[in-house]
C-alpha cells in the first residue's frame, strides 16, 4: 500500500511539472531587438497558444509600454502580442512580462537591450522610423520676413514627437496621433522669406540609413498658399468650373433666342446664379482684441501674435472650434470661436 501511494504521489509531481513546463513554453518572446538608438520608438513581440490571456509587465519597472494593450496578429494557432517601447539614453531595461491565461499562470524574465550609437547627419530631424512619409506642405506667409512650411507627417515606429530642426528658432509638432506603429502629425517651420529650400532627413531603422527630404519654399499658386482663400477664388478648379458655367450659360441664352424655348432660359438663369455664387465676397467677422493667433487649427497649436486692436476680417474657412482669418496682409491664422466680438 506505502508502494501504491508513493506511485502516486510521483505520477501527481511528474503531472504538475509537466503542465508547469508546458504553460512556460506556451508564451515566448519572438522578437527582441538586440540594440537599439536614443530616442527608437522600437516593438516587443510575444508569441503563444493561449485563449484571452492578461499580459503586464512588471508595474514597479520606470520602463513601460506606450500601449498597455498589446496589437494582437493571430496567425493558425499562435497569437503574436506586441508592445511599443521607446528607448531613452541609457541602455532599455524591458521589465518581467507576467502572463495569466486560462492555462495558469507564468512570466518571461527581464531582458536588456544595448544602446547603440549613431552617426549623426548634417541635417537630421532626430526622428528614427521604419517609415516616413509626407502626406500633405503648404507654404504660406507668416509675416513679412517671414514663411511658414507646414508638414503633414505618416510614419510607422517613429518618434516624431522629438523632431528638431537645426538653425531654426521657431518650429514644432502638433496634433499627434498615435495608433500602435502607425503616428500622423503636423510639424510647422518658420522661415525667413530669403530661404528657398527646407532640407532635412531621419533615419530609417529598417534600411540603416538616413533619408533625405527637399522640400521647396515658395509660395508658388494658390493650392499651397493660404492666400487662396481670399475673395475672388483663383485655383485652377474653380477656374475651370467658372468658365464652364460662363460657356453654359451663353449656350442656354443662345438656344432660348434661337428656339424660343422657356426650358432653355431656365437652365440659363439658373447657370448665371450659380455663377454669381463664385464672386459673392467672404462673409466679415469681428476679432476681440488681444485674440491669440494661432498657427494651426489646434488645441496645443503655437500662438502666433495676439491681434492688436478690435478687427473686422473676411472669414476665410471653418475647422472645428477655429476660424481662419487674414490679420494683416499676408499673415494668416486661426482664432478660437470664443475670440469672436459678441455684435
Not at 532635412?200 to 522640400?215: A, D, G, L
Amino acid at each position: 500500500m506505502p508502494y501504491v501511494r508513493s506511485v502516486w504521489l510521483y505520477v501527481a509531481v511528474l503531472l504538475c511539472f509537466s503542465a508547469l513546463l508546458s504553460a512556460q513554453t506556451e508564451y515566448k518572446y519572438s522578437y527582441m531587438p538586440k540594440k537599439v538608438y536614443v530616442n527608437q520608438l522600437f516593438p516587443v513581440t510575444v508569441v503563444g497558444t493561449g485563449n484571452s490571456p492578461t499580459l503586464t509587465f512588471d508595474t514597479s519597472s520606470p520602463t513601460q509600454p506606450l500601449f498597455m494593450k498589446p496589437l494582437e496578429v493571430k496567425n493558425g494557432d499562435e497569437t503574436f502580442y506586441t508592445f511599443y517601447f521607446k528607448a531613452g539614453k541609457v541602455d532599455v531595461r524591458i521589465p518581467r512580462l507576467f502572463i495569466s491565461s486560462n492555462g495558469g499562470e507564468v512570466s518571461l524574465d527581464e531582458h536588456r537591450i544595448t544602446l547603440a550609437t549613431l552617426k549623426p547627419a548634417k541635417h537630421f530631424s532626430g526622428v528614427l522610423a521604419a517609415d516616413l512619409k509626407l502626406k500633405g506642405q503648404q507654404v504660406s506667409n507668416y509675416d513679412e520676413k517671414s514663411h511658414i512650411v507646414t508638414l503633414t507627417t505618416e510614419a510607422y515606429e517613429a518618434n516624431i514627437e522629438d523632431m528638431a530642426l537645426k538653425n531654426i528658432t521657431e518650429f514644432g509638432v502638433e496634433h499627434i496621433k498615435r495608433d500602435n506603429a502607425k503616428v500622423t502629425a503636423e510639424f510647422y517651420a518658420v522661415l525667413p522669406r530669403t530661404q528657398k529650400e527646407l532640407e532635412f532627413c531621419y533615419f530609417n531603422t529598417i534600411k540603416k540609413r538616413y533619408i533625405s527630404f527637399q522640400i521647396p519654399v515658395k509660395v508658388a499658386d494658390s493650392s499651397v498658399t493660404t492666400q487662396s482663400d481670399l475673395n475672388p477664388k483663383v485655383d485652377a478648379f474653380e477656374r475651370l468650373k467658372r468658365y464652364t458655367l460662363i460657356a453654359f450659360s451663353i449656350f442656354f441664352l443662345l438656344m432660348f433666342v434661337w428656339r424660343r424655348d422657356f426650358f432653355y432660359l431656365i437652365l440659363g438663369v439658373i447657370s448665371i446664379i450659380t455663377l454669381l455664387t463664385f464672386y459673392i465676397p467672404h462673409k466679415k467677422i469681428c476679432v476681440k482684441q488681444g485674440a491669440p493667433l494661432y498657427i494651426l487649427p489646434t488645441e496645443t497649436s503655437t500662438i502666433h501674435t495676439r491681434v492688436e486692436t478690435k478687427l473686422d476680417t473676411m472669414l476665410l474657412g471653418e475647422r472645428g472650434e477655429f476660424k481662419k482669418i487674414e490679420y494683416k496682409k499676408g499673415i494668416i491664422g486661426w482664432i478660437k470661436n470664443e475670440d469672436i466680438c459678441n455684435n
